[in-house]
């Protein structure tokens, strides 16, 4: 994210929630790079998970200080809308 992305903060926090458009949240670390804001720790599994490829597009609303709305679009621009099933999968308790 470019980093005139965070005038919208007060202070650019540490770590956002990612909520998609079904209401599931994920949370990811973020890391001042480059001149700009990173999405680090969190945000490789989440792109997995939500089977995110390159073509995709992505759109993120500041809904708090540290949660952002975010939409997936498909490689043809159509929202992709995930049950994220997967995402229990993802940190389900290894026995």
Not at 52 to 79: E, N, R
Request: net charge negative; with cysteine; aromatic share 12%.
């Amino acid at each position: 994210m470019p980093l005139d992305f965070t005038k919208h903060f007060v202070a650019v926090p540490t770590e956002f929630e990612l909520r998609n458009n079904t209401g599931w949240s994920w949370k990811v670390t973020v890391k001042l790079m480059n001149g700009g804001v990173t999405l680090d720790q969190g945000w490789a599994t989440y792109a997995a998970v939500h089977q995110i490829t390159i073509g995709y597009m992505m759109t993120f609303k500041l809904l708090t200080p540290d949660t952002l709305k975010v939409i997936i679009f498909d490689d043809d621009g159509i929202a992709v809308v995930n049950k994220c099933r997967k995402h229990d999968e993802a940190f389900a308790a290894k026995d």
